[in-house]
């Protein structure tokens, strides 16, 4: 062979080699994944969760049922209120005598008001809840919901709280983003509350089912700090989920 042949044949390797690296592995490998599922197994890899303990906590339907767990007793609250049905967030506010329902992303000025008040008088008053068209749930529907616990729940705050913020909420609500940031405040402020996460992912929302379960499999694996940086990094940009 001569070397003008030589050379040409070396650079057409070249040119091909080339070309094959810029579509990420080219003829014969798999590109690496993208989209929701892969930025979800991402970030619960980040946390210290496995590949394969990942994929299998996944397909686990003692997962899902975690979460349906979480919509079964936002079904209970709509019944025992008479709702015509319950968006996200929804928020119980729970102290010793009152549960009080709060939907919608309210202010943190909100909050912090129904707080104060109780850490002063030991209660809430219903004019303060005028003043926002909240009308209190009957303390009964206490006994028809899970209590806080904090061996159970995925919760910030106290173990032993006077006042329980219970959110239900949807990873990919942009409401649910407001109201993160927040009840992160409340809880950072106050030694005696706390907020407990659980899940209501709606169903035009496609991906919040997947990123429920794939939450409870951080928790699993990881525990209750990586439930709630999983909840943050979302929060913090729920792009990753479209």
């Given amino acids: 062979m001569n070397a003008d042949l030589k050379s040409n044949i070396a650079i ?3 040119v091909i080699a080339i070309l094959i690296s810029s579509l990420g592995g080219g003829i014969g490998t798999s590109n690496t994944p993208i989209g929701p599922e892969a930025n979800l197994k991402n970030i619960a890899k980040e946390l210290g969760v496995g590949s394969r303990g990942y994929d299998k906590c996944i397909a686990d339907p003692t997962i899902e049922a ?3 767990e979480d919509i079964n007793e936002t079904n209970t609250i709509v019944q025992f209120a008479q709702l ?3 968006g996200t967030p929804f928020n119980l506010v729970i ?3 009152q549960a009080i329902p709060v939907s919608g992303a309210y202010p943190y000025e909100f909050f912090n008001l129904m707080i104060q008040e109780y850490n002063e008088s030991g209660t809430i008053s219903q004019a303060t809840l005028d003043q926002f068209e ?3 749930f009957d303390y009964e529907i206490t006994d028809l919901i899970r209590e806080f616990n ?3 729940d995925h919760y910030k705050g106290s173990a032993t709280p006077e006042i329980a913020i219970i959110e239900y909420s949807d990873f990919e609500c942009p409401f649910c983003s407001r109201i993160h940031v927040t009840l992160e405040k409340i809880v950072s402020e106050n030694d005696n509350v706390a907020w407990t996460y659980r899940h ?3 169903g035009f929302h496609a991906q919040a089912m997947p990123a429920a379960i794939a939450s409870e499999c951080v928790a699993k694996e990881e525990g209750n700090d990586a439930f709630w940086s999983f ?3 979302i929060f913090a940009d729920q792009g990753i989920l479209k």
Avoid: E, H
């Fill in 84 to 86: 015509q049905g319950i």
């Fill in 134 to 136: 909240i009308i209190p």
């Fill in 12 to 14: 057409i390797l070249s």
């Fill in 150 to 152: 904090p061996d159970q």
């Fill in 95 to 97: 102290t010793d005598t």
């Fill in 66 to 68: 975690l979460v349906q």
């Fill in 200 to 202: 209501l992912p709606l």
């Fill in 231 to 233: 909840a943050d990094t």
